[in-house]
């Protein structure tokens, strides 16, 4: 099956801060997601983004599907946006792949 | 839209009990999937149905675990009889046409 790779696993960020994620995937998809799963557990759509750049506040990001890589940018980070950043790879049949996630926190 | 519910949020129950977990989904989505989620094995996909159709259970586990979706409105996640090692957090979503959406999910606790 499809590989989908996050980097960094970690990271630990002062509050303002910017970062950049970054998702590598093996195969050609459908579709990409963005996720963020909260501490609490909520598992939040933040991008469909199958390819292109979009922004939604102090998020942007972009794939770039002909070389199997997606960036989620965070700029001015805040304590809320703490969390797990998840990659998400729709293939045939609508079937989800996640990535491992990046664990991001965001001390104040 | 209230998005997808789940149901109940929490979940404590003694090994050998029955289980079910229930999903509302979003209107107009045409896939539903259910998902488990733990720290040693990150997100697993258990099950997905199309238009209310199972179409692949090859992430259930064991026969303990079953999934329903018996009109588009609607669909459980069964364990019979639970273990302490079913203890996760039981997400269901919606897709297809793009976007997905998740529940709340349920945190289920085998004790």
């Known amino acids: 099956g499809i590989q989908v790779e996050q980097s960094p696993p970690d990271l630990i960020l002062q509050e303002g801060a910017n970062s950049t994620l970054r998702c590598n995937f093996s195969?050609?998809?459908?579709?990409l997601q963005w996720f963020h799963q909260n501490p609490w557990g909520q598992l939040i759509n933040l991008f469909y983004i199958p390819s292109g750049t979009k922004q939604n506040g102090r998020l942007s990001a972009t794939t770039v599907a002909t070389e199997r890589y997606s960036l989620l940018y965070i700029s001015s980070s805040q304590t809320t946006d703490s969390g797990v950043y998840f990659c998400?790879?729709?293939?045939?049949?609508?079937?989800?792949?996640f990535g491992e996630g990046t664990q991001l926190t965001v001390n104040p | 839209d209230a998005g997808v519910i789940q149901s109940p949020r929490h979940e404590v129950t003694e090994m050998g009990q029955e289980v079910t977990l229930r999903c509302k989904p979003i209107?107009?989505?045409?896939?539903l999937f259910w998902y488990r989620q733990t720290m040693m094995r990150g997100l697993e996909l258990l099950i997905y149905?199309?238009?209310?159709?199972?179409?692949?259970d090859s992430g259930m586990p064991e026969d303990r675990f079953s999934a329903k979706m018996p009109n588009a409105s609607f669909s459980t996640l069964k364990i019979q009889p639970s273990e302490p090692r079913d203890s996760a957090v039981y997400f269901c979503?919606?897709?297809?046409?793009?976007?997905?959406?998740f529940g709340q999910g349920t945190r289920l606790t085998v004790v």
């Open positions: 149905f199309n238009n209310n159709v199972p179409i692949d």
């Open positions: 209107s107009g989505h045409d896939y």
């Open positions: 195969d050609s998809v459908n579709n």
């Open positions: 979503a919606n897709g297809g046409g793009g976007r997905s959406f």
């Open positions: 998400v790879l729709e293939t045939s049949g609508s079937r989800l792949t």
